[in-house]
């Protein structure tokens, strides 16, 4: 009864000296009449109140921000009404329920702090801390996984497929206050995931070995790749020239220089000279009639084609340059996987016990 | 019938001429000429060299083209006097198709004996048609011709008259210039068959032609 009425004085003091970071603690106005007790120093009502302000917010599920205050105040009244064990219990919820909390070493004196303390390092709880929705680019820190603890103590961090199988192996060894994991992406073998769905699993351990907590969270993973390129289309081959000489351009010189011979040779008689003179006329005739047979000879079927094949050449050289970057490309695009991550909601596991 | 010819081209070369440029041709020729005149007192035949010019400008399909031929001839037997050959042409024409030209205009030619010259005067259509027959460098062109009207100072009068010419032009490639070698022949009847008068010979010769 001495010791309680002593930290009642203090408690008084205290709550004098530094209204200013009370009143930011009581500022959720949920837990503002259980708050107001406790600085009244009425202990018992203050329980009360906190107690039936956290039983809805318990029930609904409601964030960790929304509960913690209501749980502090709740443990620091408990303590006060003499019920040692029972602040503890609240103490060792609110740690499960945010490893990362300290109570304000301003507004609760070192009885409370102490005695949470005291909990928090025999408590062994984990919290995970993933982006909620984001894409990655497969590569070494490419996700971050914040793994937060309450105490020092071992953590096995993993992801694992649907059915438990073990997937992906990131950490496993201490962790003092808190760690960043990180996972590339890929899978063991250093490919991209074959599966829609992982999930991350930190495991913690006590000091003699065993499972103390899971934490689980859902990670949906899905691949995107960008679209590759379609391969160049060849050339039409209405856009290649003969390579080869055809008979039309042979035919065509023979049978011109035929034609023309003939005329000069029979102008006069279509004109109507029949007494024209004859040798000028053939030798004029000999020479188109020349020109004919050598022009058949320069274009006679069959004879290659050395410019067209060339130009020919060039064309398809092109294309195999377009197929050859269009191929680059491509390669390069398929490396460039994203992996989608979209973190579901942290589900705690208890592991069983002997 | 000049009338007449006026209206074809007309008709043929209308909506042409907007907005084209001019092409340019010229060519020079040695033409070995050879003239024979036939009348029932006998033959008389000259032969010799004359140089030909020949100069051209189009427009679209409309083409206009002058030529002009002098040389001297002697007479095959020696016994009579050289002649001077001058001869002329103005031909407005139109490119009806690729490869066909169609021409009128008139044809002068003028023979210079020691005493007097013996003038014609042709009012001519020519027909022209010229394709390539060997790749693109030998040109192969016929080229035929009729009198419509003519005028001649000969006693004899004018029956019909028609020509021709047969040859190959080769270009160079990438070159305006062209070499040209054909043979041409005119023969024009006279007095129901009394006088014949022909003019054949060889064409060689270079040409120019602007693009």
Excluded at chain 1, 250 to 264: C, E, F, I, K, T
Excluded at chain 1, 283 to 288: H, L
Aim: proline fraction near 6%; aromatic fraction near 6%.
């Amino acid at each position: 009864m001495r010791y309680r009425g002593a930290w009642v004085c203090a408690l008084a003091g205290a709550l004098g000296s530094a209204p200013s970071r009370a009143s930011a603690q009581t500022s959720d106005s949920v837990f503002a009449d259980g708050v107001r007790a406790y600085k009244h120093l009425e202990f018992d009502l203050a329980a009360g109140l906190l107690r039936r302000q956290l039983a809805p917010l318990e029930a609904a599920g409601a964030p960790a921000a929304k509960r913690v205050l209501g749980l502090v105040y709740l443990g620091a009244a408990e303590l006060f009404r003499g019920r040692r064990d029972s602040a503890a219990a609240v103490f060792r919820r609110l740690v499960m329920l945010d490893p990362r909390y300290r109570p304000d070493r301003l507004v609760f004196p070192p009885e409370v702090t102490g005695l949470f303390e005291g909990v928090r390092q025999q408590t062994k709880t984990v919290t995970v801390d993933v982006p909620h929705d984001t894409t990655i680019a497969p590569g070494p820190g490419a996700f971050g996984i914040w793994v937060i603890v309450s105490s020092f103590q071992t953590v096995d961090v993993t992801l694992r497929y649907e059915d438990g199988a073990p997937f992906r192996a990131l950490y496993s060894g201490p962790i003092g206050d808190s760690l960043k994991v990180q996972w590339d992406g890929l899978d063991a073998a250093g490919a991209p995931p074959p599966v829609n769905r992982v999930l991350l699993r930190v495991a913690s351990r006590t000091p003699t070995g065993e499972l103390a907590s899971i934490v689980q969270i859902p990670l949906d993973v899905r691949l995107f790749r960008p679209d590759t390129l379609p391969w160049p289309p060849a050339p039409a081959a209405s856009a290649f020239l003969p390579e080869r000489a055809k008979a039309g351009p042979a035919g065509r010189a023979l049978l011109g220089g035929v034609l023309l011979s003939g005329a000069v040779a029979a102008l006069p008689a279509i004109v109507g000279g029949t007494d024209a003179s004859s040798g000028p006329r053939i030798a004029v005739a000999g020479t188109i009639g020349f020109a004919g047979l050598l022009g058949y000879v320069l274009h006679r079927p069959g004879r290659p084609l050395v410019a067209n094949a060339r130009a020919n050449q060039t064309l398809r050289d092109a294309w195999q340059r377009r197929v050859e970057t269009t191929t680059a490309e491509n390669a390069r695009r398929r490396r460039e996987v994203r992996v989608m991550v979209r973190a579901g909601e942290a589900i705690a596991i208890q592991p069983r016990g002997p | 019938m000049r009338g007449a010819f006026v209206l074809l081209v007309a008709a043929l070369i209308a909506g042409e001429l907007g907005a084209q440029a001019l092409r340019p041709t010229g060519s020079a020729s040695l033409v070995t000429a050879r003239v024979r005149s036939a009348v029932p007192a006998g033959i008389d035949q000259f032969t010799g060299s004359a140089f030909l010019g020949q100069g051209a400008l189009a427009i679209g399909r409309v083409e206009l083209s002058v030529s002009y031929l002098q040389g001297t001839l002697n007479h095959d037997g020696g016994s009579a006097a050289g002649r001077d050959l001058v001869e002329g042409t103005l031909l407005l024409g139109v490119r009806a198709l690729d490869w066909l030209t169609l021409e009128g205009g008139p044809h002068a030619r003028a023979y210079t004996l020691a005493g007097s010259t013996q003038r014609w005067l042709f009012w001519e259509l020519r027909a022209r048609a010229a394709t390539a027959f060997v790749g693109s460098a030998a040109r192969g062109y016929v080229e035929l011709w009729r009198a419509v009207v003519a005028h001649a100072n000969v006693p004899e009068a004018f029956d019909h008259a028609q020509g021709g010419e047969v040859g190959m032009i080769l270009r160079l490639a990438r070159a305006p210039l062209s070499a040209r070698v054909g043979y041409r022949i005119d023969h024009a009847v006279l007095g129901g068959g009394t006088r014949l008068e022909t003019v054949d010979g060889v064409v060689i010769g270079v040409g120019l032609a602007w693009r």
